[in-house]
Structure formats: C-alpha cells, structure tokens
C-alpha cells in the first residue's frame, strides 16, 4: 500500500493576533511559551468540521455507530491556526484587527522538537466538497482530525497549517528559541508597541513593524 509522505515544511510558521484589550494575553503567550488551542467551535468558520460518509460506511452501520463519538472527540480537540505567509493583508485585517494587531513568528522545525509527540501539525486541505469518512481503520480521533483538516477552496489563500492538540487548552512548548521574530501591523497602538518591543527586547526576539507603500507591505526595525 502506498503511503503520503511530506517531504518538506515551511521555514516559519506565523501566527496573527489581535491586541487591544487582548494585548497582556498575548504577551503572556510569547513570554511563557505557549500556543493557546480553543476549541474547533470557536473558529470563526461555521463551516468547522464538516464531513461525509462514505456508502460503505454507511452500508456497515459504522456512521451510526461512531457519528456521535466522532463528534465527542472533535468537540475535545484544540486547535490552533497557523499560516505560511506574514504578509497577507486580508489576514492583517482579519485575524489582526485591522492592521493595528501582531504576527507572531515561529521556528516550524523548533516547534516540533518542543512539542508532545500526541501534537499534530496538518497542513490543511481546500476542497469543494467536505472530506470523506471511510470504512476503513482509523481510529476515532484521527477521522475527527480529518474533519478539521479541509476547508472550502475560498479559503485557500490562507496557506493555513493547523496546530491540533488532544484536549483544548496550552500547547506548551517553553523554548524561547521557537519564536523568530514578531512583526506588528501598520496601526499598532503607540502603548502596545512600546510594551511589546520591551517584552520581546528581554527576550532577544527582534520587533519589526509594518510600512505601507501604496499596494505594498514590507517590514522594518522602526516601520519607517
């Protein structure tokens, strides 16, 4: 039988947030070394989890067997979005609160020597269709993950990887080495500015900022 195998991952993997209110929370995150997974009914896609079944599946009775515990097991899953790209403007507006938020970056290769062995990294799959439940024998939580490893095409241009952990909650991984660098949006308040470049300069985590050019973005130590 023939096997799926990935033979290469991105360099970096980059996180949005938004700060505002938020801003000690995500501090916090950075400086304690944390990813934090909600819950997949947290995501903002109602779209979350969606699947098929197959007409063998379905035939052998395991969809009604197993539906229920599949979505028990889906319901406990954490899951962080990470994404390939940093400079994605409708993710900057999205996920970072227009522009005025972060991107965190982090060490992909870092990360996986930091984290658990039961933590996943998927890089997510864009389809017209949800994906399919087959009758074959994966186990219960690996056809919850599949279930929330594709999304519609329209969301495609996101590049998204997933971080999925047993339960919600911390995905700890306590090495300071695994961020890279964090970069801030154009908007970024003066004060979380200030308060994030004394917080990552503790750390030796470099600060970039945004500069807009026309329909250009790049990033510098000062954002001029």
């Known amino acids: 039988m023939a096997t799926v195998k990935v033979y290469s991952t991105p360099l970096r993997l980059y996180r949005y947030r938004p700060l505002g209110a938020k801003l000690d929370r995500e501090l916090r995150a950075i400086t304690e070394g944390y990813i934090y997974c909600p819950k997949f009914d947290d995501m903002n896609d109602p779209m979350e989890g969606m699947h098929r079944e197959s007409l063998a599946y379905i035939v052998k009775g395991r969809s009604k067997e197993e539906r229920k515990q599949i979505a028990d ?15 994605h403007e409708p993710m900057w507006a999205h996920y970072a609160d227009q522009f005025s938020g972060m991107c965190v970056a982090y060490s992909t290769s870092k990360l996986l020597k930091a984290l658990p062995p039961d933590f996943d990294f998927v890089r997510m799959g864009y389809s017209e269709e949800p994906p399919v439940i087959l009758a074959n024998r994966a186990s219960i939580q690996n056809k919850a993950k599949l279930t929330l490893a594709s999304k519609t095409v329209r969301w495609m241009s996101e590049r998204e990887w997933r971080l999925i952990i047993p339960e919600s909650g911390r995905a700890e991984y306590r090495d300071v080495k695994c961020v890279y660098r964090v970069y801030l949006g154009s908007r970024v308040a003066r004060g979380a500015e200030a308060e994030i470049r004394a917080a990552m300069g503790r750390m030796n985590i470099p600060v970039l900022k945004m500069k807009i050019d026309r329909y250009q973005v790049s990033f510098s130590k000062t954002g001029e």
């Open 73 to 87: 097991e889906k319901a406990k899953l954490g899951i962080a979005s990470l994404s390939e790209v940093f400079d």
